[in-house]
């Protein structure tokens, strides 16, 4: 699962987590493909997320463990 950075972040992770999922966090400010898009909306920001995490280039952030989030 990829996840760009957001204020409340880490509560999506705690819960994607939860279900088993392992969640990979963008920096929207790394991921151009997003950030330079003309079409801005959830889902063609879903689509460029997977579409980078599907080839090995999305830029990623440390994620810490849950107890210190």
């Known amino acids: 699962m990829a996840l760009a950075a957001t204020g409340n972040w880490w509560g999506v992770v705690d ?3 939860e279900c088993g999922h392992a969640v990979v966090l963008s ?4 991921t151009r493909a997003i950030a330079d898009a003309c079409l801005k ?3 063609v920001d879903t689509d460029q997320l997977l ?4 080839l090995g280039y999305l830029p990623r952030v440390w994620i810490p463990p849950a107890p210190w989030r």
């Open 15 to 17: 819960l994607a987590e």
């Open 27 to 30: 920096t929207p400010q790394k």
């Open 41 to 43: 909306n959830d889902q």
């Open 51 to 54: 579409h980078l995490l599907h």
